[in-house]
Each structure stands twice: as structure tokens, then as C-alpha cells.
């Protein structure tokens, strides 16, 4: 088993070198996220390069205790960064070995991939994370259930196209391992496909 660290680390290079050459246009586009651009989820996913514990805890407390407030707040914000900045974030070592609170190694893998997948998705372009890195996000949202992002997977049976993994028992939803993860994460596809929700 591969350390789930460097499959962080590989997935925020990724993500870097797929955007240093992408035009205003690909960081303009939306994201899965609704009402975010790419360069939000960049913004979002680099905060923890940018804030220090003091920091994010002002952020916090201007944000009334809650993360949702804050992490939209400081998006909108760092949105704005130059972009030598943010890729500058996502390849630094202390985006590579950050870990939430309480969530550990395989908190900071599905935190790396679902945003990425987010852009590349969005931008209709291969995932960026590592195979092993995307089958361990789908373990990790099938064994929850559907429960994180309030997805219902009842009668429904899982299949990446291209990994060999699948799950579940029932109607056949089938697309690529990154585009699973997204659909596990409650997104949208660009196509429309959505899981239903609980």
C-alpha cells in the first residue's frame, strides 16, 4: 500500500502542472463546486499554505464558528491571488503535509482528490490524482454510504470503467473512477448525471 501522503503530494503537483499551462479562460470556468470558478478551489484548496493556526482561527471567529462561512469567505477573497501564487501554494510542503484536524492522512487524500476533480472534471480533463489514490476516495465515500455528501446509494451498483472497482448491488451507474468520486461527493457532471439525494 502506497502512503497515502504521497498520494496527496502527487495529486496537488498534478494539479499544478495541469493549471500552469492552462489559459484564463480553464481558471475563469466554473467548477463542480457550485457558484465557484477554478481559481476558488485552488484558493480554497491552498488555504491551509497560506493561513497559520492564528490566522485560520481569526477566520474562524470572524466567521461566527463556522467553516462553511469561512472557507467561502476566504475563497472569494483569495480568489483574486496572482496565479504564480497559488500554484506556488499547491506545491508547497506545507499544503503536502497538512492534515485536517481529526481526519488524518486519508482526510487529506479525499480532501486532495475531490477538489481536484472538481477542476479536471469541470475542465473535461484527465484526473490528476494517482489510480490508487481515486480507489481509496471510492472506498473511502462507499463505505460511508452515500452519508458525507448526502448521497443515496440504495439499489445502486458502482462501476469505474477504468479501474476495475465497483461496489453495491442494483441499477447500474457506471463512469470513470474520477468522475465516481465526483458523483459520490454530491457533485453535478457536466453531462447532468447526478446521484440521488437522501
Do not use: K
Not at 99 to 113: C, E, Y
Amino acid at each position: 500500500m502506497t502512503d497515502l501522503q504521497s498520494l496527496v503530494v502527487a495529486t496537488y503537483d498534478g494539479l499544478a502542472d495541469l493549471l500552469a499551462g492552462a489559459p484564463d479562460r480553464a481558471w475563469d470556468a466554473p467548477s463542480l463546486c457550485a457558484g465557484w470558478q477554478v481559481r476558488h478551489v485552488v484558493a480554497h484548496l491552498t488555504m491551509p499554505a497560506r493561513l497559520t493556526p492564528q490566522q485560520f482561527g481569526e477566520e474562524m471567529a470572524a466567521a461566527g464558528g463556522d467553516f462553511t462561512v469561512l472557507s467561502g469567505a476566504v475563497a472569494a477573497r483569495d480568489a483574486s491571488l496572482p496565479r504564480a501564487d497559488l500554484l506556488d501554494a499547491l506545491r508547497s510542503s506545507a499544503l503536502h503535509d497538512w492534515q485536517p484536524p481529526g481526519g488524518g492522512a486519508a482526510g487529506a487524500l479525499s480532501h486532495a482528490v475531490i477538489h481536484s476533480l472538481d477542476v479536471t472534471v469541470a475542465l473535461d480533463e484527465p484526473a490528476v490524482a494517482p489510480e490508487e489514490g481515486l480507489t481509496a476516495v471510492l472506498d473511502q465515500l462507499a463505505d460511508a454510504n452515500g452519508a458525507w455528501f448526502g448521497v443515496d446509494l440504495t439499489g445502486l451498483h458502482l462501476e469505474a470503467t477504468d479501474t476495475g472497482w465497483s461496489r453495491g448491488d442494483g441499477d447500474l451507474v457506471r463512469a470513470d473512477a474520477g468522475a465516481l468520486v465526483a458523483l459520490l461527493s454530491g457533485r453535478t457532471l457536466p453531462d447532468g448525471r447526478a446521484l440521488p439525494r437522501r
